[in-house]
């Protein structure tokens, strides 16, 4: 409430300055002041989150300490959906329009850290939020408790959504929930990314797909009578040769990645099997599909220069974000209405620490608010499984602080912050933003149809065919 108090005004000078004027106002203050009166417990809340850790499709403690929350608030909850135990969906009111909102909550395997400033293991060898998920999937619930409550009063009409999405980091939750047909009723979805800013971000993210590439060949005695054998390793060389010789005639936004997982185990046996792990990304669908196309054709030809067999199998694989601008621009101005985010001198000094401790520069946490960019230029390196759902309905995305500018990413610093109050603040910040534009989207029209035809537009004549393989998701066993 105290934060309330102190807000108005500012939001007044912003108003008087004649941008960011916000609509919708007494509706977006009583939203802000109850995330305010929410805060601790949606902190515990992500630190519970966060001391659980757990990796991709394995979030079972996880995605239930959200899900009875939300049930707990009164959201209807149906869990286990699209044939994933740890994906549920939480909504309230009823009607149109639906206003969605993503929420995640799995972490990387080994990176766990104490919420300290120096690499310091919390349990060495176990998992870690080291994207910040434990702040995502609770801020995002956050935002959705704040309109709910005023749905309660009668004051908001139409349905809020949230999705527990899992396994953003490996396996693609999101895709199975868009296969089993969980976003086709609903009209806008709202998103946000823990970062190193605050940023309506209007640069897309890379399309990419994930494959597997293997050889079988005959095996031999490597002395007595290898020209009896064909080498698998042989088909993998001439591959990833072939595959860096590829390099030099693609597009500069193109970037391919691959690990050996099988490579023989001896030397004196000629191997009959063999095994890479792909990945290659463009700025969009269209360029990943055209460098596959190449690739197929080196499997091919590796494989006959080797004669041996050769497989390629896609595992998953993500659009490039499409960025809705009128979208962008509402989360902006809800942004500059909420005005940049304030950590305290011992923050500032924690981020120092950190950034000292992993030789970047010591710039502490970004406040401000980043300028909005009409023309943000080829996505930065990185994919993500909001971009599919971006490509069925609109989907409105946003970063805030939780971490030290340009300290390493899916590292011991995001763990260690996403523990503590810098990334509680991130947090709270970012229910507050998507909160005050769920307010502008429920209540606004015009504003819902100006995105939903830009959407319309941009997805013309391009159906999504979405990199998901057939069959059910790919669990791992306990
Ligand atoms: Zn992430």
């Not at 980043?370 to 023309?375: D, R, S, V």
Request: with cysteine.
């Amino acid at each position: 409430m105290e934060e309330y108090v102190k807000r108005l005004p500012l939001a007044l000078v912003v108003m008087s300055l004649g941008f960011a004027q916000s609509p919708f106002l007494e509706q977006k203050s009583t939203a802000v002041a109850s995330i305010d009166a929410h805060a601790q417990e949606l902190a515990r809340l992500s630190d519970q989150v966060w001391a659980h850790a757990e990796t991709a499709f394995r979030e079972t403690r996880s995605s239930e300490a959200l899900a009875s929350y939300a049930a707990a608030q009164g959201f209807r909850v149906r869990r286990g959906i699209a044939e994933m135990p740890t994906a549920f969906i939480a909504e309230y009111g009823r009607g149109s329009p639906v206003i969605g909102v993503l929420g995640e909550y799995d972490a990387l395997p080994g990176i766990s850290q104490k919420a300290e400033p120096v690499k310091a293991p919390l349990e060495p060898g176990a998992g870690g939020h080291g994207c910040g998920h434990n702040l995502l999937g609770v801020g995002a619930l956050g935002a959705a408790v704040a309109i709910k409550e005023q749905m309660a009063a009668g004051k908001i009409a139409g349905m809020i959504r949230f999705y527990g999405t899992p396994a953003e980091e490996m396996g693609g939750g999101k895709l199975y929930m868009v296969r089993a047909g969980l976003f086709t009723d609903v009209d806008i979805i709202l998103s946000w990314h823990p970062g190193d800013e605050n940023n309506a971000d209007t640069q897309s993210s890379q399309a990419m797909v994930d494959f597997i590439v293997e050889f079988q060949g005959k095996t031999a005695h490597a002395a007595f009578d290898p020209w009896n054998g064909r080498s698998a390793v042989d088909g993998l060389e001439i591959f990833t040769q072939s595959l860096n010789y590829l390099r030099e005639h693609v597009k500069p936004t193109v970037r391919m990645h691959y690990t050996i997982v099988d490579g023989g185990k001896v030397p004196n046996v000629v191997p009959d099997y063999a095994k890479l792990w792909c990945w290659v990304r463009d700025s969009d669908r269209t360029g990943v599909e055209d460098v596959m196309r190449r690739v197929r054709k080196i499997v091919e030809g590796s494989a006959l220069s080797a004669d041996v067999e050769a497989k390629l199998t896609v595992q998953i694989g993500y659009y490039n974000m499409l960025v809705n601008m009128a979208g962008q621009r509402l989360l902006f101005a809800n942004l500059q209405w909420l005005g940049p985010l304030k950590f305290t001198a011992a923050e500032q000094e924690f981020a120092r620490q950190i950034q000292k401790a992993t030789g970047t520069e010591p710039a502490g946490l970004d406040e401000a608010i980043k300028p909005f960019l009409e023309n943000p230029g080829p996505p930065e390196g990185g994919s993500t499984d909001v971009a599919d759902v971006s490509w069925n309905v609109p989907t409105l995305q946003l970063t805030t602080t939780t971490a030290p500018k340009a300290a390493p990413w899916h590292a011991w610093p995001v763990v260690a912050c996403g523990g503590m109050s810098i990334g509680h603040k991130g947090m709270t910040y970012a229910a507050k933003v998507l909160a005050s534009t769920m307010v502008d989207l429920l209540n606004d029209p015009a504003k819902r149809a100006e995105i939903r035809k830009e959407f319309a537009e941009k997805v013309a004549g391009k159906p999504y065919q979405g990199y998901v393989p057939d069959g059910p998701p790919p669990i791992p066993k306990r």
